[in-house]
């Protein structure tokens, strides 16, 4: 049995468009158990608020690591039964 929030991925979609920027974490947090973690960053603004608000309506915990004037990094937690 492996200990939760063992398996920490990281990826940076700076620059990568909305819906794509979404579409890519969701299909690497079908990968991930309840609990793992993804660490994301991307662009302020539209990017920004679209995945933050998606991912907590789909379930997942975030967690804001660092910001700055043109990027944010967000710790994902995996939140719901794949």
């Known amino acids: 049995m492996r200990d939760p929030l063992s398996l920490s991925e990281k990826i940076d979609l700076r620059g990568v468009p909305?819906?794509?920027n979404y579409i890519r974490i969701s299909l690497l947090l079908e990968k991930l158990l309840v609990e793992d973690t993804l660490e994301v960053e991307i662009d302020r603004g539209e990017p920004e608020e679209?995945?933050?608000?998606?991912?907590q309506e789909a379930g997942h915990q975030i967690q804001i690591l660092e910001k700055s004037l043109k990027s944010i990094r967000i710790l994902i937690i995996c939140g719901n039964e794949q």
């Open 50 to 55: 679209t995945i933050v608000l998606g991912l």
């Open 18 to 20: 909305c819906p794509l």
